[in-house]
């Protein structure tokens, strides 16, 4: 595990810097003294392809090349040529479009790539600021509109505020979906009897969790803590929000990227059943009294793959196997809010980090994804949102 980069001072005490000196992980303040050297510098370039989506999020691409985008604001989009048009969504729940909430990912059935109607499932914020909650919708593109959307699936702790929803979606290979759901909120939030941020350790309910369901939307067969009395949607859990899901399609390995407290984002190497820490393991601080919130190790507890410190405010994540540029083959890319670029992380045939490279794009980039031609694009989560192509020089 690497650490890079300590906590500014802006952000924490004198005394916490102290503490974090002392632990046994080590905090280095350059990517190189971390053991793990920057990965192979690519001369590259952003292109627009197109732009005018007001706070883009998701993106999936169709059949025929053409693309879908959803906008925060809880409209829809499709990218023909060169510019979007908007596309109807009919029978949408209404959505909750405060603070982190929205319309949020989008992915096409993996059994319906290549069909005319394909399904399209969504994931959104819905309720109102004083109860809502992260939902999972579906319905059919005809080629104009989505039709007959239909709710398949809702967190069952309604929240309250604009904080924490997630959510990514992803298909694995065996036609189950991966869908995350984030911890709720930051104290003094409380969700029941406990704050939100506990419930992540809270197998009783779905939040601070990855899920893998059906694509009807019910619990997968097979799901590693059912058995132990979870919520038998659980697939991992330990996680604050997690924004970002890829899968590496050699190796089957499924990676994550989460948003940490006030520095500590992480890459984690996702396996079932695996608990991930939050809240009782951390590497930030909270955002009241600036003190750490957990520790760097605790037994029984998965450490992240990378935790970046400060934080870049990850969303959106690629595993890159194009042609496009062949010497990112077999890395990842996650997108960067607060950094307002994309870290490219390199590793090896086992999963290990090699390095890493950082791509200066200049502005929030809320979802990085590879198209069907191979090349790597980028979303800027902008009120003139734009969609990037990323091409070698």
Known sequence: MSLYHPFPRSLCSAAIAATLLALALPVHAELAASGEPPAAKQAWKAVTVADG?????????????????????????ILNGQQFEA????GMPAVFAGGQGGLLDIAIHPQD?????????????????????????????????????K????????????????????????????????????????????????????????????????????????????????????????HRNVQGLARDPVSGRVWATEHGPRGG?????????????WPLQGYGADYQTHEPVGKH?????????????????????????????PAW?????????????IRRVALDAKGNVIGQDRLDIGARVRDVRQGPDGYLYALTDEDNGRLLRIVAQ
Do not use: C
């Open 113 to 149: 790539a290549d069909k005319p109607n394909p399904r399209v499932y969504m994931t959104v914020s819905t309720g109102t600021n004083e109860a809502n909650r992260t939902t999972l919708v579906q319905g059919v593109f005809d080629g104009k509109q989505v039709t007959g959307i």
């Open 151 to 238: 709710t398949l699936f809702k967190v069952g702790a309604d929240k309250s505020g604009g904080q924490h929803f997630g959510s990514r979606l992803l298909w694995l290979p065996d036609g189950t979906l991966l869908m995350s759901v984030a911890d709720g909120g930051n104290p003094p939030l409380r969700i029941g009897d406990r704050l939100a941020r506990e419930q992540a350790q809270n197998l009783a309910t779905h939040l601070g969790s990855i899920l893998r369901l059906t694509d009807e939307g019910k619990p997968a067969p097979g799901n590693p803590l059912a058995a132990k009395g979870a919520v038998p949607e659980i697939w991992s859990y330990g």
């Open 53 to 77: 989506v007001r706070q883009p999020w998701g993106i999936a691409w169709l059949g025929d090349g053409r693309a879908l985008v959803t906008s925060k604001q809880g409209t829809l989009h």
């Open 87 to 90: 596309v109807p969504l009919v």
């Open 265 to 277: 984002d992480e890459l984690n190497l996702i396996v079932a059943g695996g608990n991930y820490g």
């Open 329 to 341: 083959r077999g890395s990842v890319f996650s997108g960067g809010l607060a950094s307002k670029d």
């Open 297 to 325: 190790e605790v037994a029984g507890m998965i450490n992240p793959t990378v935790a970046w410190v400060p934080s870049p405010a990850p969303s959106g994540l690629a595993f890159y196997t194009g042609d496009k540029i």
